[in-house]
């Protein structure tokens, strides 16, 4: 299996949550991103959160970190259609050198 | 804020042609990455530089790939015979003063090789 893995879609309605799950078999990582890319665009690093840590929150974003069951989650309170993009987890195995998962398309609907 | 930026964004080359993708990192970065993505696929590590060499390289970072960290400011991937398998989305990185410290990338060069 992949290294990283991510549902490949989500589809949420404006205003609700929307959590994006990621898992993943090295646990070795000091740190673990999430990265947001919209259409046409780069990799946006939106938050990260260290190992040692079980959640962190910045503003409408919540992090949660499972390291027994190697489990990640992003949640995104509220969310807008401006939110719509792709949704990468990402974490270092082995060295310090990211592995992205393939990515979590955020679809808001109106 | 400070930001990774590449240059040019689309690149258009005939096969066997050798490409330069150019970056320039945030100013006191000290680690320079390549990724790439294929449409619609993963976005791959090929190669990270500290210390003006190559510090750790994919299966995927062959002889046809170099990089380069021409001055202070610069740094370039360099495809010397580009394949019709080149075609994807080249992003630079780059991270502050540790090995650990979280990767900040640029927009990307969409590089289409005919």
């Known amino acids: 299996g992949e290294d990283v893995e991510q549902s490949l879609f989500l589809s949420v309605r404006e205003g609700d949550s929307s959590v994006i799950n990621c898992t993943y078999t090295?646990?070795?990582?000091?740190?673990l991103y999430w990265y947001k890319q919209e259409p046409g665009a780069g990799l946006q690093l939106l938050t990260y959160?260290?190992?040692?840590?079980d959640m962190k929150q910045d503003q409408r974003l919540t992090v949660l970190l499972n390291k027994k069951d190697k489990h990640l989650s992003l949640r995104i309170a509220d969310t807008q259609t401006g939110d719509s993009a792709i949704y990468f987890c990402?974490?270092?195995?082995?060295?310090?050198?990211?592995?992205f998962g393939r990515g979590t398309s955020l679809i808001v609907h109106p | 804020e400070p930001e990774v930026t590449q240059t040019p964004s689309h690149q258009v080359t005939q096969m066997g042609q050798e490409v330069i993708l150019r970056c320039v990192p945030i100013?006191?970065?000290?680690?320079f990455y390549w990724y790439r993505q294929i449409l619609g696929q993963k976005v791959e590590f090929l190669v990270s530089?500290?210390?003006?060499?190559?510090?750790?390289k994919s299966e995927i970072f062959d002889d046809q790939f170099s990089v380069e960290r021409p001055d202070g400011s610069n740094f370039t991937l360099k495809i010397r015979s580009t394949k019709l398998e080149d075609s994807a989305m080249y992003f630079c990185?780059?991270?502050?003063?540790?090995?650990?410290?979280?990767?900040?990338f640029g927009n990307g060069t969409r590089l289409t090789v005919t």
């Open positions: 090295d646990s070795s990582s000091t740190y």
């Open positions: 100013s006191n970065h000290l680690y």
């Open positions: 990185a780059s991270s502050g003063g540790s090995a650990d410290s979280p990767l900040h």
């Open positions: 530089f500290y210390n003006n060499e190559i510090s750790e």
């Open positions: 990402a974490l270092p195995r082995g060295s310090y050198i990211p592995t």
């Open positions: 959160i260290f190992s040692n840590m």
